[in-house]
């Protein structure tokens, strides 16, 4: 059974720093290109960064040049360095995993960025 599973999250204050992990379980993780997206309060859930099996990697234009994506095949997990936070950063985030046809989804963790 593939499952998902975030964590990381956090308050910080502006201009601080997170990282995210996705953990991932059931066999699918080298295959599968991975996301990380974030849902705030009253707005859609907005795609933030992805990388694929290869490890080449996209961003949102609201976080280029502050967060970066990783994944490392060997313990499964996918990462998420976030740095010079805003508020409007405020959100939860989740992973998520493409697998062929096959999406999956971790419940997302929480992070809040305030003074």
């Known amino acids: 059974q593939v499952q998902l599973v975030e964590s990381g999250g956090g308050l910080v204050q502006p201009g601080g720093s997170l990282r995210l992990s996705c953990a991932a379980s059931?066999?699918?993780?080298?295959?599968?290109?991975m996301e990380w997206y974030r849902q705030a309060p009253g707005k859609e859930r907005e795609l933030v960064a992805s990388i694929t099996r290869g490890g080449s990697t996209d961003y949102a234009d609201s976080v280029k040049g502050r967060f970066t994506i990783t994944r490392d095949n060997a313990k499964n997990t996918m990462y998420l360095q976030m740095n010079s936070l805003k508020p409007e950063d405020t959100a939860v985030y989740l992973c998520?995993?493409?697998?062929?046809?096959?999406?999956?989804w971790g419940p997302g963790t929480q992070v809040t960025v305030s003074s």
């Open positions: 998520k995993a493409a697998f062929g046809v096959f999406r999956y």
């Open positions: 059931g066999n699918i993780f080298s295959g599968s290109v």
